[in-house]
């Protein structure tokens, strides 16, 4: 039977639940009074004549018949295996398996762990005495601006979108994330990037104005050399590489979960994952913004951030925050999310009050938004104003407190027994419970004045971040070990390296609450005696290198235990219940699980068995190339089956020249980096040709009787869900834009013209005209697409690409016209700035215009086989309508003054 | 085309979120304006409290619009599975209305502009 | 007391750390009595501390810090011992606490009942600051530079306060740079004790921050903006400040005093700031003279009454009657001066001093001590 997978098949919630999920088999249904815990699993027992399994609910037993019989036909598994088998020997850098890009990845951000922290131990070397002249202010300086960088954008960041990768798949019972060769990219770009960004520090060149990078210090007229480019460039493009992980992770979790693992039965980490990744869909566009403004002012002085010219320095300081203070949850959230996997596995009990933790995860990622003045407190904004920041930070420790006691309640209601992993998730409640409190303190306006910009601030924040995300990880590296090597880690060495990171620590950062309150201002590379900071400071030093104690016991407890396997992993040592646990392989599992509960492997009794065994659906490969289960968004209906790409080269070189053009042009290299980016796009239209193969195998029986199209496209693919989320990215970047737009005006509304020196009228109207005709050919080519007509959709691409980019020149030429130059205010460089994006965005299109017509002529676009087209339309909309509000804006905006 | 099951239980559950943050954008980037404006038209810094008072009020009647069907629907939901979106929908914009309140508090405490 | 800390501290003689004396205070002893935080004890005291207020802008916030200090401290043991009894108190025993109700309680109830009460505080706490003191008597232009302070005394009233300091402020700098009168002096602030004085900060390059602990919060300098700031002191003495935020290369040593008079010998302060320099009274302070006029010296820096009108450094004019040099980083005398003069790029890295160490030791101390006579 097909299983169809139109949207609208989700039935709304309004109608008061689901449909029976597996209405395939309606045939079969048995309505039988199951008990009733979990509710409605009642409509999983509609399967065939199918061997039973027992779901333990825990008082009750419910028996389902699963999807399909054994024994199992002889090779099934032999093949399944085959075809998930990662290169081996050295090519093994060309997986993309997500567990091997996975432990690439959680391996790099460690590295960086650990570099950014022989940073720190060298500061505080520096500082444990007055006066120290151990290291100078020039030295210093790019020390503390490298570690607040490699920390925040090198480890923090990629390290849980890293666990992210490495763990989703299995969570949610899937094969591997729908994009396995972006995350390929991703991690390669960051990988090869933040290397080489790192090493600046060796040849003095790291930037050195701090991770915030605040103008103008950071501009042209007071720090000249490449440094602050190095940051600018290097940094914008591992930003790009997050944002690749964001959206694989979006996609991943929305429509790669296990049937039956509706929204209510999403394990916390990956709600967490979504979560996260949603910020970082809406906070990086901002930042990503604020440095590409900051390079042009650098290079082709642009005065954003000039106020001589127009500009003004605090805009710079609005974007950075937009992104800066959600950017800190952005890296609590996942690391909340490990918490409250481990804490059920470790108590043996359920997690007490998993919606008020859904609630506290959502109502965190939405409220951290309204934060990012609380960075601003000094710098003189209104004192209302001031006010609706303090008030939103403080809205936002109610949901920090939930978790907190949420997990408290759990432990509670468990029994928890004192690992390793818990040993540091308690370590994570105490210091967390210190740093939220003192988070709180510096919502306070009257009290930030003070504190702001002092060690107390540099206290507070360790506390949330290192208490927050490092402790959790290092819990999460514990508990999760079993899953990807042979080994667990010892408990023995665990607790030492617990006991000294989590003495160091303290020790380390508690006094420095105290040395902010005497009055020590951060970002000091030396400080005089007598001002009661001496013995603080000592102190400080000593916890420092105690931490790095505790570290190096970590690493010789990693050295001696990990050992990768996948296949032959320790396995579920702490009987935990989430599907990860479940015996996998390069292949994740055998079958594909139905799931009814929140902990399945307790909810299901036999479960791991069964899925070993290969009774549930999708056994073995059904195309015989990698695949994965793409299920509805919220009820998790099985749509149809996603054929997933192999181990290859095109996404790891494109890295590496995606990577190089960046770090070329910072050293103004500018033809060789053009070299770069022509072979980096030219790699990824390669690994792009074979994207999209079409509906070129029948539909495939994934077991109990349900049948699911190997292919889909419209707004069910993966592609269009990818594309939408890459067009959120660029709205949220155009939307900060139109504030940079509309805040220079309130700041500098006099460099803003009159009427009549604007371009004339008819250049934006011919714009106008331009590119609606260009949307309106593309609307057409989709007409002709949809009813075969080859040559109709070739013709009106074709004549579409003139348009925009015609639309583009129009634009550009018609403000050159009235005298307007872009480094003449700040009004100029952000109305061209506009203009420029808008000539990027015709750019883009060109290719993927050329891409999609050459495949219609390779034959590789017809009526069904149609997601390439239908990328290129969304965004050429996008784009279009994107155009039309900047045309409005500029033109529009002064004449409503005038 | 009729809204799909997830884009309508989707904007359902961040309606109260997205009315929080409308809400805060517009009470800061009107009083932000007002302040900016202050040396050429100080009528607007007069106008700031009623404004934000009426944007509170308007943010108040949406997020009750959106919590108390929500609750209804939970209410008569069946199973966890099909509660748990309702539930969610009520809980964000109970959450969002907290904020509203706390961020609309100031106005009757703080200088403005000061 | 912290006259003589701060004496010690200008005249090269750190003290040592000890536990202060502060203990005894009340608020220092519950917080000593509740907390693990006996640590924080130190910030009760300290030439810098902001828990140790000398005006009434500082002393709300160092309330209000306490408060939250004390309650903080209080809910995190509760907290503490909440998860403890999770662990170790009798499961049968310690159900109570494993419901959903304690998560509403603890994680909804609670937070907002205490974070409303917070927040009212917090508002009329930042309403007191800022709109709690009378008009000033004093408005004075501190412009932020890297890595040192200019200041300018504008006179009496709220001439530079409110929305139109920019124009007010711009109107001093032009007016001296007609030389009428205007007081200039660098790293170091003399205001009235008692009387409240109105800062106007601006910057010359990029942003600084100016903090003086005792006696308020910071407040940004920022270019293409003035931001004006109104203290007080509570009584005569000396503040150290600080410059808070990250300006690059030596930002570590962008210090300043502020001193507080009795009003009258404020008044007489102003009148003798107000006079030219002295000249020189021996050989061998005029011999001084002519070698900082003689020398690229008076290319950057003033000294009223001579050939000196170098803008780009400080204004030297009364040089020698300030308490320290480097911006607030070294004892201000003669030898200090010399040591200054010769290697300043040696005690403050990167400054925009040249060292100039091709004087013979004898010019030195002759630039030196006439200098110093500058008073």
């Known amino acids: ?89 050295w090519r093994i850098i060309t997986a993309v398996n997500n567990t091997y890009i996975g432990l690439f990845y959680v391996c790099t951000a460690f590295l960086f762990f650990l570099l950014a922290g022989v940073l720190a131990l060298l500061m505080r070397a520096q500082l444990a005495f007055p006066e120290n002249d151990l290291i100078g202010p020039d030295t210093y300086n790019q020390l503390f601006t490298m570690h607040g960088t490699v920390m925040m954008f090198l480890f923090a960041v990629p390290v849980v979108e890293a666990m992210g990768v490495l763990l989703l798949p299995n969570m949610l019972g899937a094969r591997d994330l729908p994009f396995p060769r972006l995350s390929a990219y991703a991690f390669w770009a960051y990988f090869v990037g933040g290397l080489v960004f790192f090493c600046s520090l060796f040849f003095g060149l790291a930037p050195q104005s701090g991770w915030f990078m605040y103008p103008p210090l950071s501009s042209y007229q007071y720090s000249s050399g490449i440094n602050d480019d190095f940051w600018l460039l290097g ?107 481990i804490v ?68 509670a209601r468990g029994k928890l027994s004192l690992t390793v992993p818990s040993l540091f998730v308690l370590g994570f409640l105490f210091i967390f ?80 609450h105290a040395t902010g309150l005497l009055g020590m201002p951060r970002r000091v590379y030396t400080y005089p005696a007598g001002l009661g900071w001496d013995a603080l400071n000592m102190v400080s030093t000593i916890g420092a290198f105690t931490i790095a104690v505790g570290v190096i016991v970590f690493l010789i407890d990693f050295a001696r235990n990990f050992r990768p396997s996948s296949e032959h992993n320790a ?18 599992v055998r079958s594909i699980p139905i799931v009814t509960g929140r902990e399945p492997l307790w909810d299901q009794a036999n479960l791991a068995d069964d899925v070993e065994a290969g009774r549930y659906y999708l056994p073995g490969t059904a195309t015989g190339r990698r695949e994965t289960l793409i299920t509805s968004p919220i009820d998790a209906q099985p749509q149809h089956l996603l054929r997933l790409p192999g181990p290859g080269w095109p996404p790891l070189l494109s890295a590496v020249f995606t990577a190089a053009f960046f770090l070329l042009l910072t050293g103004k290299f500018v033809m060789p980096a053009m070299i770069c980016g022509v072979l980096a796009i030219a790699l990824m239209i390669k690994w792009l040709w074979a ?114 980019v015609a639309a583009f020149g129009f634009e550009w030429y018609g403000q050159l016209q009235p005298g307007l130059r872009p480094a003449d205010s700040g009004y100029a460089a952000v109305v061209y700035t506009m203009i420029a994006f808008q000539g990027f965005y015709a750019f883009v299109l060109t290719l993927m215009a050329l891409y999609t017509v050459a495949r219609s002529f390779r034959g590789l676009l017809d009526s069904k086989r149609r997601a390439t087209f239908d990328n290129t339309m969304l965004l050429w909309h996008y784009a279009v309508a994107q155009a039309l509000v900047t045309l409005a804006l500029v033109h529009g905006f002064p004449r409503l003054l005038g | 085309m009729a809204l799909s099951h997830f884009t309508r239980a989707g904007l359902g559950m961040l309606c109260g979120p997205v009315i929080w943050g409308v809400h805060f954008l517009a009470i800061y980037v009107f009083t932000a304006m007002a302040c900016a404006r202050r040396p050429f038209n100080p009528d607007w810094v007069a106008a700031v409290p009623g404004m934000v008072f009426a ?50 508090l100031p106005v009757l405490l703080v200088p403005i502009c000061e | 007391m912290r006259h003589q800390a701060i004496s010690r501290l200008v005249s090269g003689h750190a003290r040592v750390f000890r536990l202060p004396s502060a203990v005894f205070r009340l608020p220092c002893f519950l917080a000593f009595l509740l907390t693990p935080l006996s640590l924080l004890l130190t910030g009760c005291e300290g030439i810098q501390s902001v828990f140790d207020p ?43 606490i494993s419901h959903r109700g304690f998560i509403i309680g603890g994680g909804i109830v609670f937070p907002l009942v205490t974070l409303t009460a917070l927040l009212v505080y917090d508002f009329r706490t930042a309403r007191a600051i800022v709109a709690g003191l009378e008009t000033p008597a004093h408005t004075i232009e501190v412009v932020g530079e890297q890595w040192w302070w200019r200041v300018h005394y504008l006179g009496g009233g709220d001439s530079g306060g409110g929305a139109d300091a920019d124009d007010d402020g711009n109107a001093a700098l032009d007016s001296d740079a007609a030389g009428n009168g205007v007081i200039i002096s660098a790293n170091e602030i003399h205001i009235p004790a008692g009387r409240s004085v109105t800062f106007v900060l601006k910057t010359a390059d990029v942003i600084h921050s100016f903090w003086v602990p005792n006696l308020a919060g910071k407040l940004d300098m920022i270019p293409g903006r003035a931001t004006t700031l109104r203290i007080k002191a509570d009584h005569a003495g000396v503040f150290r400040g600080q410059c808070a935020e990250y300006c690059g290369g030596p930002h570590a040593k962008m210090a300043f005093y502020v001193v507080a008079h009795e009003p009258e010998e404020f008044e007489r302060w102003l009148a003798n700031e107000r006079t030219p320099a002295q000249p020189p009274g021996t050989p061998f302070l005029a011999q001084g003279q002519r070698l900082f006029l003689g020398t690229s010296c008076a290319v950057c820096h003033q000294i009223r009454g001579t050939d000196a009108r170098g803008q780009v450094g400080p204004d030297l004019t009364h040089v020698g009657s300030r308490m320290s040099i480097g911006a607030g980083i070294l004892p201000n005398n003669a030898g200090t001066l010399a040591g200054w003069i010769a290697s300043s790029q040696h005690l403050k890295p990167g400054n925009r001093m040249p060292s100039f160490d091709a004087f013979s030791g004898e010019e030195l101390r002759a630039l030196a001590e006439y200098l110093e006579s500058l008073k």
Request: glycine share 8%; hydrophobic share 55%.
């Open chain 1, 344 to 411: 059920p596995a470790m108590t043996g009990t359920r997690l007490v009050g998993y919606k008020f933790i859904v609630l506290a995860l959502v109502g965190v990622g939405f409220l951290s938004f309204g934060l990012w003045v609380h960075h601003m407190f000094a710098t003189g904004i209104p004192q209302l104003s001031l006010s609706f920041f303090s008030a939103a930070s403080m809205a936002v420790a109610i949901p920090s407190g939930i978790q907190v006691f949420a997990w408290i309640a759990t432990i």
């Open chain 3, 54 to 96: 000398h005006g009434p802008n500082a002393r709300h916030t160092a309330h209000i810090g306490w408060v939250m200090l004390i309650g903080g401290a209080f809910i995190f043991l509760v907290v503490a011992a909440f998860a403890a009894y999770a662990i170790l108190r009798k499961p049968e025993k310690r159900g109570w």
């Open chain 1, 691 to 804: 994207t999209d193969p079409g509906p070129d195998h029948a539909p495939v029986d994934i077991g109990g009787g349900v049948t699911v199209p190997v292919y889909d496209t419209g707004a069910s693919s993966t592609s269009w869900w990818a594309m939408v989320v890459l067009i959120l990215v660029a709205a949220a970047i155009f939307a900060s834009l139109i504030f940079s737009y509309l805040f220079l005006w309130t700041v500098a509304p006099a460099g803003w013209p009159a009427v009549e020196a604007l371009p004339a009228l008819r250049y934006p109207l011919i714009a106008t005209g331009l590119l609606a005709a260009s949307s309106a050919l593309i609307a057409c080519a989709s007409r002709a697409l949809r009813n075969s007509a080859v040559w109709r959709l070739r013709i009106s691409m074709l004549l579409a690409v003139p348009l925009i």
């Open chain 1, 1 to 89: 039977m097909m299983f169809r997978s139109a949207q609208s098949n989700d039935s709304p919630f309004e109608k008061g639940g689901l449909r029976g999920i597996y209405s395939g088999a309606e045939r079969d249904v048995v309505k039988s009074p199951y008990p009733p815990f979990p509710k409605g699993d009642a409509r999983l027992s509609s399967f065939g004549e199918n061997p039973r399994a027992k779901v333990n609910t825990g008082s009750h037993e419910v028996s389902m018949t699963l999807p399909n019989p054994l024994p199992r036909p002889p090779g099934e598994f032999e093949k399944l295996k085959e075809v998930w088998k990662p290169p081996s020997g």
């Open chain 2, 55 to 104: 944007m509170t009020l308007l943010a108040t009647a949406a997020l009750l619009a959106t919590i108390v069907p929500a609750i209804r629907a939970n209410k008569r939901s069946r199973d966890d599975a099909s509660g748990f979106i309702p539930w969610a929908t009520a809980a964000f914009a109970a959450l969002a209305l907290v904020a509203v309140i706390w961020e609309t």
């Open chain 1, 235 to 341: 940094i914008g493009f591992i930003e790009i590489s997050a944002i690749a992980g964001a959206i694989e992770i979006i996609v991943g979790v929305m429509r790669t979960r296990a049937p039956g693992m509706t929204l209510d039965k999403l394990p916390i980490f990956a709600w967490a994952m979504l979560v996260f990744a949603g910020m970082i869909v809406f906070a990086f566009p901002a930042v990503i913004l604020a440095t590409t403004l900051l390079e042009l002012e650098r290079a082709f002085h642009w005065p954003f951030f000039i106020a001589e010219k127009g500009g003004d320095p605090l805009l710079w300081q609005h974007l950075f925050w937009f992104f800066g203070h959600p950017e800190v949850y952005i890296i609590f959230l996942p690391a909340a999310g490990m918490v409250s996997m």
């Open chain 1, 571 to 588: 396995g579920n040592v702490w009987n935990a219940g989430s599907l990860e646990w479940l015996p996998n392989g390069d292949y994740s």
């Open chain 1, 433 to 512: 419970v210190l740093g939220g409190l003192t988070g709180v303190m510096v919502a306070v306006v009257p009290f930030d004045w003070q504190v702001h910009d002092t060690y107390f601030v540099v206290a507070h924040f360790h506390y949330v971040l290192f208490g927050g995300m490092v402790f959790p990880l290092f819990a999460a590296l514990y508990y999760w070990m079993p899953f990807v090597s042979r080994r667990q880690l010892s408990e023995r060495l665990g607790r030492w390296a617990f006991g000294l990171i989590f003495a160091g620590f303290n020790v380390a950062f508690f006094p420095m």
